[in-house]
């Protein structure tokens, strides 16, 4: 048997790459952008959405704006998920069409810092203002919770 010179051996790899290449997979299909997902909902319907009295009535995303983030209550389930604020907007394009009988609006709430600090304070003004341009940019309403 001969050594295989350079130039087969050359061939016997580009024809490998091609070989490999040709069966590599398909990307997978990219998933939606959140904000695309969002503008599928319909606008407020304002026959529909009145504000509850009490709001625990209320049926559409409830988000409160912590020092550790986000929190999006799943009241159904009696829960609450915390998020970084930039991750809000892929949470709510998440939830199912159900989750926004009201359109596209969210209540949004403030927690009452722990020990009330200074530092607590501007975290919380921060994770709101980024959570509030956010949605404001993908065109979601908000409703602010007042502080009780």
């Known amino acids: 048997m001969s050594t295989p ?13 091609a070989l490999v290449s040709c069966k590599s997979t398909p990307p997978p299909a990219a998933k939606p952008a959140a904000a695309a997902v969002l503008q599928a909902i319909p606008a407020v319907d304002s026959t529909r959405y009145q504000l509850p009295r009490d709001l ?9 704006v912590r020092t550790d983030g986000v929190g999006l209550l799943d009241l159904p389930n009696n829960q609450i998920h915390i998020f970084d604020p930039d991750e809000i907007p892929d949470a709510l394009a998440k939830l199912p069409p159900e989750a926004w009988p009201y359109g596209r609006i969210v209540a949004i709430a403030e927690a009452a810092p722990n020990n009330d600090s200074e530092d607590e304070r ?18 979601v309403l908000i409703h602010w919770v007042p502080k009780t």
């Open 5 to 17: 010179t350079p130039r087969t051996i050359i061939v016997f790899l580009l024809l490998a790459f």
């Open 56 to 64: 625990n009535d209320w049926k559409n995303p409830y988000l409160v």
């Open 122 to 139: 501007t975290v919380i003004r921060k994770n709101r203002a980024i959570v509030a341009g956010t949605l404001q940019s993908m065109q």
